[in-house]
């Protein structure tokens, strides 16, 4: 099962808790470990293995992309951000832990994932190695994902337009998701320049299907089976594409981007059958 | 003037307002901007000169590791940490623009900080280059910096034995000092393997040094000449060295380590002359 790959890698890369700072180090392990779709993961895995690199390396790459996705979760579930108590089906990392160690977790999270993409080699030379560090940087600063946050931010009791929330979206998911995608690519060195750019169109889509159907799960699911806070967006008069479109053309509009995605990897023929059962399950899912 | 190249070199790498999203950018630039000592990139300039490097790679690494040095703070004045309102004479980060915000732009910096050592060639190759980025991220992370002030917050109210004190700073402050100078060693190829183990040494030195005046002046100045909030240890009944020695010991602690962070340059000869500056204006500083 490729969810407990991810769970092996990142047990492996954690510090552990035995080590001083003990109750910083239980806590980024309480944060990372024991759940999460790891969407971004199951695309780093999925792209790297069309592009035969070598499975320690995409799972490296993997791994640095997720631990930038829980730094930003366990940010973002602060009191000052989004205020949430539950995250995974579990009590949020503040409140397990407290604010001041939260903060610290995603620090060092952010930190450990750029150690991790430096450490060991991971693409055909260390000038593509630093191209990666280049490409995370890029999809998590403050023209990524960062940027969307405050871009979210900014826009909370206010109206968007549907262009405006694809631009906040684009930044906030859609950056990371795409990162996941090319560096799993790049670790290996199986694929042309221009089938790394079907896998960027690929990932655009499918980022961005992600963000609508995430929209559609806080609008019609409930807590239990979110693992999160359901309704939450509602609540807060955040812009969605619920809120935008309703639940019906926003599922219409997840399964065009769907088809879109799918189109995408059409020069792969069979090659791509991976990366196709994820946008399945992106657009598919329950939670 | 030194100071005013940090200035400048900062200023062009960071995003300008213009640029989405503007607020963010904005909070950037004014937590990053206007101000502070520069010990780290001071000790980087001084460190890639004796190495022979070129400006615009010393320039490059002494920015990241500022950046590094800023989103510290940043998050450390944050109300769940110190909950500080002055810092570098003007309100901090999260009581000029809001903490989300804050919180965002220390998120951001510290991506910038990767992103800087990532973008230009900076190192006498690609390979020696992802040395520099996991110098920073060790020096940053849950075994540095982060890990620091982790073991800060472990440590407020109770009591720490010297070497405890020790333990925390060289983490918390020292990692970094060290890193700045070995980064900016490191972007030069002017020095023997020999030759930079002295300058770690030096480095060493000079970071618990700066943290022991740092102490000193916190029981001693006053919040005006030091453009932060004075007094703050003792009120918060934190273990310092001034608490744990009393300040004209802690003096004369500081005044010992600079001997001992003098003799490490002693290979050099006239070479390390501005690294001498350096080590003086850290001991003899008034904030």
């Known amino acids: 099962m490729r969810q407990e790959r991810v769970e092996r890698v990142l047990e492996a890369l954690l510090p552990p808790t035995a080590l001083s700072p003990t109750r910083l180090h239980e806590a980024m392990r309480y944060a990372v470990l024991g759940g999460g779709k790891r969407v971004r993961p199951l695309l780093a895995f999925a792209a790297g ?77 260390a000038s593509a190695q630093l191209d990666m560090v280049r490409i995370l940087a890029s999809a998590a600063g403050s023209r990524g994902m960062a940027g969307g946050q405050a871009i979210d931010l900014e826009s909370t009791g206010r109206e968007l337009s549907l262009p405006e929330l694809e631009i906040m979206h684009i930044h906030k998911t859609g950056e990371l998701i795409r990162a996941a995608t090319l560096l799993g690519a790049r670790s290996g060195n199986g694929l042309s320049t221009a089938e790394i750019e079907r896998l960027d169109r690929f990932s655009k889509f499918a980022g961005l299907a992600f963000q609508v159907i995430d929209d559609v799960l806080d609008a019609e699911s409930d807590t239990a089976t979110l693992g999160k806070t359901a309704g939450k967006d509602a609540q807060r008069n955040k812009p969605t594409y619920v809120s935008l479109l309703g639940a019906s053309r926003a599922r219409a509009f997840a399964e065009e981007l769907r088809g879109q995605a799918l189109q995408a990897l059409d020069v792969f023929g069979d090659r791509a059958q991976r990366l196709r059962e994820l946008i399945d399950f992106i657009v598919l899912r329950i939670h």
Do not use: W
């Open 49 to 125: 293995e069309l592009a035969n690199a070598a499975p320690e390396r995409i799972d490296s790459v993997a791994a640095a992309v997720e631990l930038i996705h829980v730094y930003s979760l366990v940010h973002d579930d602060l009191p000052c951000m989004d205020d949430d108590v539950l995250r995974r089906g579990r009590p949020t990392c503040h409140i397990a832990f407290d604010e001041a160690t939260a903060l610290l977790v995603g620090d060092a999270l952010q930190t450990l994932a750029f150690h991790v993409l430096a450490e060991q080699p991971l693409a055909s030379d």
